[in-house]
Nanobody, 121 residues
Framework: QVQLVESGGGLVQPGGSLRLSCAAS??????????LRWYRQAPGKELELVADIISGASSTSYADSVKGRFTISRDDAKNTMYLQMNSLKPEDTAVYSC????????????WGQGTQVTVAS
């Protein structure tokens, strides 16, 4: 059974930092073969793609709203993905979810359950 489990969310003051983790297990293919993303959804707003890192970690991309403040990374030896979030703003408040995808001949995709990040003073 595939599982993606996020951790590291919580309450932080504006300007602070958090590091989210997404631990994966149960994949039939190697974890390193999957592209990985972080999404977020704030109350009353649409789902937003925050950051993406492809298989091999040779390329990353970010939403304009987080560029320069957030960093996505992966440790394939640990089957884990990270999101380092710096200079947090109240508008970063949302549920953050990790997503794994494989789209080479067959399509596989998996979601985590999400972790709440609240930025407030």
């Amino acid at each position: 059974q595939v599982q993606l489990v996020e951790s590291g969310g919580g309450l932080v003051q504006p300007g602070g930092s958090l590091r989210l983790s997404c631990a994966a297990s149960g994949f039939t293919l190697s974890f390193s073969a999957y592209g990985l993303r972080w999404y977020r959804q704030a109350p009353g707003k649409e789902l937003e793609l925050v950051a993406d890192i492809i298989s091999g970690a040779s390329s990353t991309s970010y939403a304009d709203s987080v560029k320069g403040r957030f960093t996505i990374s992966r440790d394939d030896a640990k089957n884990t993905m990270y999101l380092q979030m710096n200079s947090l703003k109240p508008e970063d408040t949302a549920v953050y979810s990790c997503y794994a995808y494989y789209a080479k001949g067959i399509n596989l995709y998996y979601w985590g359950q999400g972790t709440q990040v609240t930025v407030a003073s």
